[in-house]
């Protein structure tokens, strides 16, 4: 069975780091893309940032220059580094990858279950 399992989340004050990882277990065939979402009290989730298989990333605006997402293919992990952080990045942060199990088979989006990261003023 296939599980994305986050850790790294925490309480940092403002200004603070904190460095996310999202492990796959389980036997798969390969990854596609892999992202981190995130979701604060009362709002919707949205993205965060997202990263091919080519290595290729993109971001949303307000992380721009303070967030990088990276992966290891070789550990089937994506990772979130989060720099300069603010009382507004606080939220639930999900990781997510698009996976094909076998040769043949569809790719399929997988969740974790999230981490929380607040951020103190």
């Known amino acids: 069975q296939v599980q994305l399992v986050e850790s790294g989340g925490g309480l940092v004050q403002a200004g603070g780091s904190l460095r996310l990882s999202c492990p796959i277990s389980?036997?798969?065939?390969?990854?596609?893309?892999m992202g981190w979402y995130r979701q604060a009290p009362g709002k919707q989730r949205e993205l965060v940032a997202t990263?091919?298989?080519?290595?290729?990333?993109n971001y949303a605006e307000f992380v721009k220059g303070r967030f990088t997402i990276s992966r290891d293919d070789a550990k089937k992990t994506v990772y979130l580094q989060m720099n300069s952080l603010k009382p507004e990045d606080t939220a639930v942060y999900y990781c997510n990858a698009d996976i094909k199990l076998r040769w043949g088979n569809s790719l399929r989006t997988y969740w974790g279950q999230g981490t929380q990261v607040t951020v103190s003023s």
């Open positions: 990263i091919t298989s080519y290595g290729n990333t």
């Open positions: 389980g036997t798969i065939f390969s990854i596609a893309a």
